[in-house]
């Protein structure tokens, strides 16, 4: 029977169970094209992992230093470059179940709750002997602050505590995959054991993606695709091709042909790179992008957010040149009134 959430809350033990989704491995470093560097600075990981017993315990270095003998690593880079399905296939080379933490569970409303949960999610990874893998670290591993707030700030702080004190208590796997890696607090530098960089793949890796994302008997494809072609022209993550093939299936099965005839062409593939591409765009948007423009409903750029902004400050500008310009009037109204009253007043 589960635990009452109301009696995890009274009792101060936290229900794992709810912040993490604990799965079987099944992908492995063979499901994922990467670039070289990246590749080989997994292969340094695995062999830690591989090694570990050798140092710890043959050696004896564990009798020498009891703490900090867990692995932690740090999996950075672009989002859709392999990185969620590496620490799976990590999980899956040493025979291990993966925990999944879900952040949006392990952030709880209540105060002082969410540094419980960290600690519980600790616990099951060593009672089960799993890998702890968070994903999108950076929410839960930001930088401390001074600022002098009693509620969120020292909330977040006191849950960076807490997943410090862990990791350094820690003797199992711990895996952390960020995009915003400055984000971290500098105190996982220390407790991070490798830091593997997950790049852009290149033009090669992209042919490579672009081809195992059919099937090689089954997928329809039409004599003019050019996998060559589109990892050249297109600079895009194996997320963003993935997400390319899918949109370019449903172009292809929409076509008004028997299904016996439907096939996958270039234009359905170049189709829907441009348009993941395109969404890509539209989502980096910043009022502080110097190219970003203001899409309007139609799809169309109808202007620069730069220049709106421009024009926004010379508005705000020219109504306090104005607002000072009519104080200024009613100022000098009342200083004359005065005087009138005054002159009025010696009569």
């Known amino acids: 029977m589960a635990p009452l959430p109301w009696l995890s809350f009274l009792t101060g033990q936290a229900d794992a169970r709810r912040t993490v989704d604990s799965i079987v491995p099944q992908r492995t470093f063979q499901d994922v094209i990467l670039p070289p560097a990246t590749r080989r600075a997994l292969g340094q990981a695995l062999g830690q992992l591989t090694s570990h017993d050798l140092i710890f ?14 692995l932690t690593f740090n999996f950075a880079g672009p989002s859709g470059t392999g990185k969620t399905i590496c620490a799976e296939a990590l999980a899956n080379a040493i025979g291990r179940r993966l925990l999944v933490v879900q952040y949006a569970e392990l952030e709880s409303m209540w105060m002082g709750e969410t540094p419980k949960n960290v600690a519980a999610v600790f616990r099951r990874a060593r009672e089960e002997q799993a890998v702890l893998f968070f994903d999108e670290a950076d929410a839960i591993a930001s930088r401390r602050s001074a600022a002098r707030d009693p509620g969120a700030t020292r909330e977040a702080n006191a849950v960076v505590n807490v997943l410090l004190q862990e990791l350094d208590a820690c003797n199992g796997v711990v895996i952390f995959a960020t995009n915003l890696a400055s984000n971290f ?3 996982f530098e220390r407790r991070i054991r490798t830091h593997v ?3 852009m793949p290149g033009v090669d890796e992209r042919e490579q993606i672009w081809r195992v994302q059919f099937h090689p008997t089954r997928t329809p494809l039409a004599e003019d ?3 060559r072609a589109l990892a050249e022209r297109y600079e895009a993550s194996g997320g963003s091709i993935r997400n390319a093939v899918f949109k370019a299936a449903l172009a292809a099965a929409a076509e008004p042909v028997p299904d016996a005839d439907k096939q996958i062409a270039q234009q359905h593939l170049v189709g829907g790179i441009e348009d993941v591409l395109a ?3 539209v989502m980096r948007q910043s009022l502080f992008t ?7 409903p139609d799809g169309t750029a109808v202007a620069g957010l730069p220049d709106l902004m421009t024009r926004v400050e010379q508005a705000q500008a020219a109504l306090v040149r104005q607002t000072l310009v009519a104080t200024m009037a009613g100022g000098a ?15």
């Open 197 to 199: 960089l997950f790049e």
């Open 225 to 227: 695709v050019d996998f």
């Open 57 to 70: 315990r043959t050696w004896g270095l564990g009798d020498r230093h009891p703490t900090g003998q867990g």
């Open 290 to 296: 110097p190219d970003a423009e203001t899409i309007a």
């Open 185 to 187: 607090d500098p105190a």
């Open 279 to 281: 969404a890509a765009r």
């Open 333 to 347: 109204g009342l200083v004359l009134a005065l005087v009138a009253l005054l002159v009025a007043a010696l009569r």
